[in-house]
């Protein structure tokens, strides 16, 4: 139902006159998924994968009675998953190739997400889970991608924008029975996590700040009753949750100040802290 269609400027004294129009779209996507892999070794599986998927289309670029209401989304992958130490060290490495039909980028002149055309992301990705003794749960996860798209002008493509060439993460977890009280253990958990955010394209010669966010978890558990506490951003970092590049002017008396291109940021949430309870039925 979009309420702004056929919108008709008026004077800012008066509400603009607005005729509004309802539009549907229904679409069917088979999306197959198939998964082979061989254990060569008792330590060593490679594997390979080929899936497909969808991604929805903005509604307001879709025409009334549309059939095709998303972009076909197909990935390949190859790779092989590594078991040592009794499975108390699992890693995996792959390479990827990701295909979008539509990319969506967003259009400051439009106000919103724009559909352009077809993008590839190709790159790797690592992973290790290690587990060195009982309690202890740490896993890492590395990948490094790089993101085209095809312009609805032939020949010319660009950077996908706020997609981050290389990620790393990494979650460590503890556990375990701190005391005995009436017969039932008191037990306890502590984890932290770690994410770094390599500079993102946010236009072909533009990149944004590289960011690091740390996260904590702490919770006691005593028969079916756990608490806990969840931080968020623990070392207050100010940092960009998405950021765009175009050109603006925000000046309240017109001529003041030119317009001119400019970052244009979205705050990440600052510290947060959540207490939490669990019961255990």
Not at 5 to 23: E, K, Y
Not at 196 to 206: G, S
């Amino acid at each position: 139902n979009d309420r702004l269609f056929g919108a008709a400027p008026t004077p800012t004294a008066q509400p603009p006159s607005l005729t509004g129009a309802v539009r549907s779209a229904t679409g069917i996507a088979l999306s197959p998924r198939a998964t082979v892999e061989y254990q060569l070794t008792q330590w060593l599986t490679p594997a390979v994968s080929y899936g497909e998927g969808f991604r929805s289309l903005p509604a307001e670029s879709l025409a009334d009675g549309a059939t095709h209401a998303y972009s076909k989304v197909r990935g390949a992958e190859a790779g092989a998953r590594v078991r040592l130490l009794g499975e108390r060290l699992v890693g995996t490495v792959a390479a990827f190739e990701t295909w979008v039909q539509n990319e969506l980028v967003f259009e400051a002149e439009a106000g919103g997400l724009e559909t352009e055309g077809a993008s590839t992301r190709r790159g790797i990705v690592v992973s290790v889970v290690a587990k060195p003794w009982r309690g202890l749960l740490v896993s890492s996860a590395f990948s490094y991608t790089h993101a085209r798209f095809d312009t609805l002008v032939a020949g010319v493509s660009h950077d996908v924008p706020n997609v981050p060439p290389v990620v790393f993460r990494t979650d460590a977890n503890l556990r375990g029975v701190l005391a005995t009280l009436d017969a039932t253990p008191l037990s306890g958990r502590v984890g932290v996590g770690y994410t770094f955010l390599a500079p993102r394209h946010l236009a072909d010669d533009v990149r944004g700040a590289a960011h690091h966010v740390l996260n904590a978890s702490a919770s006691l558990r005593y028969a079916f009753v756990e608490v806990g506490v969840e931080a968020y951003n623990v070392l207050g970092l100010r940092y960009a949750d998405d950021a765009q590049v175009y050109v603006s002017n925000w000046s309240l008396r017109p001529g003041e100040n030119a317009a001119s291109t400019a970052t244009h940021l979205t705050a990440a949430p600052p510290t947060t802290l959540l207490g939490t309870r669990a019961l255990y039925l």
